[in-house]
Structure formats: C-alpha cells, structure tokens
C-alpha cells in the first residue's frame, strides 16, 4: 500500500490556486511595505463637484486590497480542501489533509449548525448574539468551539487509540500505511507515528479532550472563589478586606511555576497538601450558590429552603465524591472515611492534584480583579438606590454590583482559560502532575522535541494545536471587550 500524500487528487486542481494566493499575498505585503516606507498613504475622500464624496484610491489602497482578495481565496481554498476531503471517501484520492478532513466530519456540522443557529437568532441572545457582529471574535469563537467539538466527539474522530503502540511505526513520516493492518482497522497514520509508534494525529485529538476536561472547569472554581472572597471585602472593606487581601499577595509574590512545582512535587504530594486544599477550595462553589440563591429569594422563604437545600445536599454529595477515595491506601484516613457506596466518582490522584493547582494560582489574581471592579461599581447611583430601598448587603453584592461587572469578568475568563491551558501544557513538558502515557499537548511536544531536528512531525501538530486554542481564546476575548464596551 502506497503512502499517502499530503493533497492527494484533490491537490492537482487547488495547490495552485493556494500557492498563487500566497505569492500575491506576500508580493502584495512587501509591496506595502515599500510604499509606506516611501511615504506612501493611503487614499483619502474627496468631495466632487456635486457635494457627493468619492475614495481617491492609490497604490497602498490596491496593495492592501490585494493582501484582502488574497486572504479570501486562500481561505476558500482552505474550505474546498475540507469540503473536497469528505466527499471523496477514498484516503489515497483525498489525501492526508482530505482525510483529516473526513475524520472530523463530526466537527464540521457542529461548527455549520452552531453559527447558524447563533446568527439566526443572535438579536435574541445578548452579549453571545452581540459576538457575531465581531469578525475578530467570530473567528476567536469558531477556534474555540472547534476544538470543543474535537473533544466532545474524540471517539468517533481519533482513527487509533491514544496508547495504542505498534513498533514497526516508530517515527514513521505522515501517511505512512500500517504494515499490516487487521481488518476494519484504519490503514494510516495521517501525521506519522512517534518515537514509540503511536498515531500522532490521534495524540493530538485525545490531547484536546485532556486539555479541555480542567482548564475551563478549573478557571470556573478559581472565578467562584475569586468572586465569593472577592465581592464582600471590595464591598464591606476594613479588616475583612485588609486580611483577605494580604493572603492574596501572599500567594501572588511567588512566580506562578515557581507554585506549580511546588505543588506537585512529590513530597508536597505525600504530605497530602493538595488533598487538604482541595478539601477548602471545593467549598466555595456550594458557598457562592447558597449565599447566592438566599439573597434572591430571602423573601419567600419556601422558595428560598428548597432551593438551598438542593444546593447543599447535592453540592454536598459532589463534594464528598471530589475530595474523598476510599479505594487509594495512600490519602490520609481523612479522605477515606466517606463510604465508598456514596462515592459518585473518583478524580484520578494526579489530576486532582493539577486541577487543585490551577484552582489555587488563579484564585487571587481573580480575587484582585474582582476586587478592583467592585470598588468601582459600588459608588454607583443605583447601589445607592438599592441601599435606600432597604436591599440587604448579599442581594446588592450579587444581584446589583456582580451584574454589572459580568462583562470584563467574562472577558478575563476566556484570556484565563488561555494562561491555564498554557500552564497545563507546561506542567505537561516538564513531566508533573499527569502520568507519563498521557496524550496532552505538553507531554506530546516534550516527547517530540528530543528528535525534533531529526523527526518534527510528532512535536509539530500538539503545538500548533496549543497555540490555535490560545489564540482562538484571546480573539474571543477581544471580541467581547469590543462588544461589551458597546453596551
């Protein structure tokens, strides 16, 4: 069976049409460059004889339009790859960018049906309707929601397992066939092998679904207690504000990897440290949403005991499971004690131990932020308009104040989701917090960049996907700053 190519059948028509854009591009962009260097400017309006305006047009205008035109049709091109690559249903025909095309068909319908939907009916939808008016943060979004599509359908999509080895595909190139594949088994793999023999292509996508399961939910519980600690010692300051925000400090004046490794290093680990933190950290989310929902409905205290209790005793049991597993003889009898019938699930040691971490660093730059913005928000009219009408301190902090300040909170969430992704792929690098096997994007460009002069394929793919996340993150958040500061 012959290797696969990288364009395939489809690359005789659209290879040109991609590489002419390109040339135009980059002689459109020197160009440019040129002129501007020159003192060149670009075409200003004109008032015509008649009153009307009109675009005097000159040779910066016709460059970057060029650089415009050129973008379109590479982009259009990129769309007829894909398009290409799942209507032809042979591999060999389609190539190996056709055929990583194929594998994430799933995504491509969750992309077309998601925009669609949301541009429907994005006048209805607020802040997340007002982000398609945005061309930056559409783009922020549609990168990000490609790689939450990837993880959400990594079963269907990765062609191998992510530690499946076969010793014969050692750092083979990409679109090297198997030698002898079993039947019904898929026959390549699309970007190479690594240095043990396992689907690079496949690594990568179950590293999305790594990556994915803690960087969000972590940055959430960091907000959560960012938040609670935050809103009422901005709002009722003195010594409530004074102690909680040298504790902050505290935490900020160690360099951030710096309290990563301390954190999962090994003897801190034995010592059970982690384990002890998580038991404060996972607190906080029942705490935010009893003190929350009590605020809400103080005044119909049936409504009110329900929802609280419903709050406590499931958050209660979810916290129970999250901190305690009494099957690891190596917690502290502490963490055993919560009976292994009543324990909804395990969170595997080392991932408790990185997501602790990450929930800890964010926590009191969340809380500054938090912090900051409250002093601002609460010297306005309408907490003093609460105040008069008898709200009590909880209903203004939560129902009036944290409103009012979801919009940069909401943007730092996306730029924070970006810094712990960077953070987990760092961990992943130097080897701490997952096991050895794990397909995340650090540990994967660790393991190839011992070859990487030699052998780039299996280093390559991770990092461009880590930095395709991080950039889809940080235009995501431009477009809701852009947005939310038109409100």
Same mark, same amino acid.
């Given at each position: 069976?012959?290797?696969?190519?990288?364009?395939?059948?489809?690359?005789?028509?659209?290879?040109?049409?991609?590489?002419?854009?390109?040339?135009?591009?980059?002689?459109?962009?020197?160009?440019?460059?040129?002129?501007?260097?020159?003192?060149?400017?670009?075409?200003?309006?004109?008032?015509?004889?008649?009153?009307?305006?009109?675009?005097?047009?000159?040779?910066?205008?016709?460059?970057?339009?060029?650089?415009?035109?050129?973008?379109?049709?590479?982009?259009l091109t990129c769309v007829g790859y894909v398009i290409a690559g799942m209507v032809v249903a042979d591999p060999q025909r389609a190539g190996i960018i056709g055929a990583m095309a194929a594998q994430l068909t799933p995504v491509?319908?969750?992309?077309?049906?998601?925009?669609?939907?949301?541009?429907?009916?994005?006048?209805?939808?607020?802040?997340?309707?007002?982000?398609?008016?945005?061309?930056?943060?559409?783009? *922020?979004?549609?990168?990000?929601?490609?790689?939450? %599509?990837? !993880?959400?359908? $990594?079963?269907? &999509? +990765? #062609?191998?397992?992510?530690?499946?080895?076969?010793?014969?595909?050692?750092?083979?190139?990409?679109?090297?066939?198997?030698?002898?594949?079993?039947?019904?088994?898929?026959?390549?793999?699309?970007?190479?092998?690594?240095?043990? *023999?396992?689907?690079?292509?496949?690594?990568?996508? %179950?590293? !999305?679904?790594? $990556?994915?399961? &803690? +960087? #969000?939910?972590?940055?959430?519980?960091?907000?959560?207690?960012?938040?609670?600690?935050?809103?009422?010692?901005?709002?009722?300051?003195?010594?409530?504000?004074?102690?909680?925000?040298?504790?902050?400090?505290?935490?900020?004046?160690?360099?951030?990897?710096?309290?990563?490794?301390?954190?999962? !290093?090994?003897?801190?680990?034995?010592?059970?440290?982690?384990?002890?933190?998580?038991?404060?950290?996972?607190?906080?989310?029942?705490?935010?949403?009893?003190?929350?929902?009590?605020?809400?409905?103080?005044?119909?205290?049936?409504?009110?005991?329900?929802?609280?209790?419903?709050?406590?005793?499931?958050?209660?049991?979810?916290?129970?499971?999250?901190?305690?597993?009494?099957?690891?003889?190596?917690?502290?009898?502490?963490?055993?004690?919560?009976?292994?019938?009543?324990?909804?699930?395990?969170?595997?040691?080392?991932?408790?131990?990185?997501?602790?971490?990450?929930v800890f660093v964010n926590s009191p730059t969340v809380f500054r932020i938090v912090r900051g913005i409250v002093l601002d928000i609460k010297t306005r009219d309408y907490v003093a308009a609460?105040?008069?009408?008898?709200?009590?301190?909880?209903?203004?902090?939560?129902?009036?104040?944290?409103?009012?300040?979801?919009?940069?909170?909401?943007?730092?969430?996306?730029?924070?989701?970006?810094?712990?992704?960077?953070?987990?792929?760092?961990?992943?690098?130097?080897?701490?917090?997952?096991?050895?096997?794990?397909?995340?994007?650090?540990?994967?460009?660790?393991?190839?960049?011992?070859?990487?002069?030699?052998?780039?394929?299996?280093?390559?793919?991770?990092?461009?996907?880590?930095?395709?996340?991080?950039?889809?993150?940080?235009?995501?958040?431009?477009?809701?700053?852009?947005?939310?500061?038109?409100?």
């Amino acid at each position: 069976m012959e290797p696969l190519s990288w364009s395939g059948d489809i690359g005789v028509f659209l290879n040109p049409i991609i590489i002419g854009a390109t040339v135009v591009f980059a002689a459109a962009f020197l160009l440019n460059l040129v002129l501007t260097l020159a003192g060149q400017r670009a075409g200003e309006m004109v008032i015509n004889a008649d009153h009307s305006l009109s675009l005097q047009r000159g040779p910066v205008d016709y460059a970057l339009l060029a650089m415009r035109y050129a973008v379109l049709v590479f982009l259009l091109t990129c769309v007829g790859y894909v398009i290409a690559g799942m209507v032809v249903a042979d591999p060999q025909r389609a190539g190996i960018i056709g055929a990583m095309a194929a594998q994430l068909t799933p995504v491509w319908i969750g992309l077309v049906v998601l925009f669609a939907v949301s541009i429907s009916f994005k006048r209805r939808l607020g802040l997340y309707g007002k982000l398609f008016d945005s061309p930056i943060g559409m783009t *922020g979004f549609g990168l990000v929601m490609f790689w939450i %599509f990837t !993880a959400i359908f $990594v079963q269907s &999509i +990765a #062609p191998h397992g992510p530690i499946d080895v076969i010793s014969q595909m050692r750092n083979e190139l990409p679109g090297t066939p198997l030698p002898s594949p079993a039947e019904g088994q898929f026959q390549w793999y699309l970007l190479g092998g690594d240095n043990l *023999g396992r689907c690079v292509f496949s690594r990568m996508v %179950f590293g !999305a679904f790594e $990556v994915l399961k &803690i +960087a #969000p939910l972590a940055t959430l519980f960091a907000f959560m207690v960012g938040i609670t600690l935050g809103v009422p010692a901005a709002y009722f300051g003195g010594k409530l504000d004074i102690g909680v925000t040298f504790v902050a400090n505290l935490v900020l004046a160690f360099p951030v990897i710096l309290l990563f490794y301390l954190l999962v !290093a090994p003897e801190i680990v034995a010592a059970g440290i982690p384990n002890y933190l998580s038991m404060i950290l996972f607190l906080f989310p029942i705490l935010f949403l009893v003190i929350l929902f009590n605020a809400r409905y103080r005044t119909q205290p049936g409504l009110r005991n329900v929802i609280v209790a419903i709050c406590i005793g499931v958050g209660g049991m979810a916290y129970l499971s999250l901190i305690s597993n009494a099957s690891d003889p190596d917690l502290p009898m502490l963490f055993r004690l919560w009976p292994e019938a009543l324990d909804l699930f395990d969170v595997p040691g080392n991932l408790l131990i990185v997501f602790v971490s990450v929930v800890f660093v964010n926590s009191p730059t969340v809380f500054r932020i938090v912090r900051g913005i409250v002093l601002d928000i609460k010297t306005r009219d309408y907490v003093a308009a609460a105040q008069t009408r008898g709200e009590g301190p909880w209903y203004i902090m939560l129902w009036e104040i944290l409103p009012n300040a979801r919009g940069p909170l909401i943007v730092d969430f996306c730029l924070r989701i970006g810094y712990t992704t960077i953070l987990l792929g760092t961990l992943g690098f130097f080897g701490l917090g997952v096991s050895p096997e794990s397909p995340d994007w650090g540990s994967t460009i660790n393991e190839g960049r011992r070859l990487l002069t030699i052998y780039p394929h299996p280093a390559l793919p991770p990092a461009l996907a880590l930095m395709s996340l991080v950039l889809g993150l940080n235009l995501l958040a431009d477009g809701l700053r852009e947005e939310s500061l038109k409100d």
